[in-house]
């Protein structure tokens, strides 16, 4: 099972998304690779920000860290999302435990040239820890969570599990 040293952006990403993905994810159903929106994502992500490093940190991936330790993501969407704080409070909170003193995340969103900046707060700290342990709760379920409404699942690459009955 998953351990809190096992969980990544996708988990934190999830979790904020769709508690039932990250269910079906735990469990090794990955249908992503057949997603047109995860491709999209993909494309942007590889011709987006060329010339910098991503960081391996294991479980966590982030796209890349500047000289004053903001971590910075790039993000196919339009608009920020509760989820892609998360993870960049996720990104943050791992970098503090390998001692990088992270300040905080810029989210970049080329499809709109926007940039939103996120400091990592003691408060953003707590809430990287009270994510993790939401992760873990829902690898421990025994059972799926509820599913969202028909519409909230446009576009998602599970879709296929949850609603094929």
């Given at each position: 099972?998953?351990?809190?040293?096992?969980?990544?952006?996708?988990?934190?990403?999830?979790?904020?998304?769709?508690?039932?993905?990250l269910?079906?994810?735990?469990?090794?159903?990955?249908?992503?690779?057949?997603?047109?929106?995860?491709?999209?994502?993909e494309?942007?992500?590889?011709?987006?920000?060329?010339?910098?490093?991503?960081?391996?940190?294991?479980?966590?991936?982030?796209?890349?860290?500047?000289?004053?330790?903001?971590?910075?993501?790039?993000?196919?969407?339009?608009?920020?999302?509760?989820?892609?704080?998360?993870?960049?409070?996720?990104?943050?909170?791992?970098?503090?435990?390998?001692?990088?003193?992270?300040?905080?995340?810029?989210?970049?969103?080329?499809?709109?040239?926007?940039?939103?900046?996120?400091?990592?707060t003691?408060?953003?700290?707590?809430?990287?820890?009270?994510?993790?342990?939401?992760?873990?709760?829902?690898?421990?379920a025994?059972?799926?969570?509820?599913?969202?409404?028909?519409?909230?699942?446009?576009?998602?690459?599970?879709?296929?599990?949850?609603?094929?009955?």
């Amino acid at each position: 099972m998953i351990g809190p040293d096992d969980v990544g952006g996708v988990h934190i990403k999830y979790l904020y998304h769709c508690r039932r993905q990250l269910w079906l994810y735990l469990r090794g159903i990955r249908p992503e690779h057949l997603s047109a929106t995860v491709q999209l994502g993909e494309a942007v992500h590889d011709t987006s920000y060329t010339r910098n490093t991503p960081v391996d940190l294991g479980a966590a991936k982030l796209d890349f860290i500047d000289g004053q330790h903001w971590v910075h993501e790039v993000k196919s969407s339009t608009r920020t999302t509760p989820a892609d704080q998360a993870q960049g409070r996720h990104y943050c909170h791992r970098l503090h435990l390998v001692g990088i003193d992270a300040q905080g995340t810029v989210l970049h969103y080329p499809k709109t040239r926007r940039t939103q900046r996120h400091p990592y707060t003691p408060e953003a700290a707590d809430q990287a820890l009270a994510d993790i342990a939401d992760v873990l709760a829902v690898a421990t379920a025994s059972t799926s969570p509820d599913r969202l409404t028909r519409t909230a699942c446009r576009g998602c690459s599970f879709t296929d599990y949850c609603w094929t009955e």
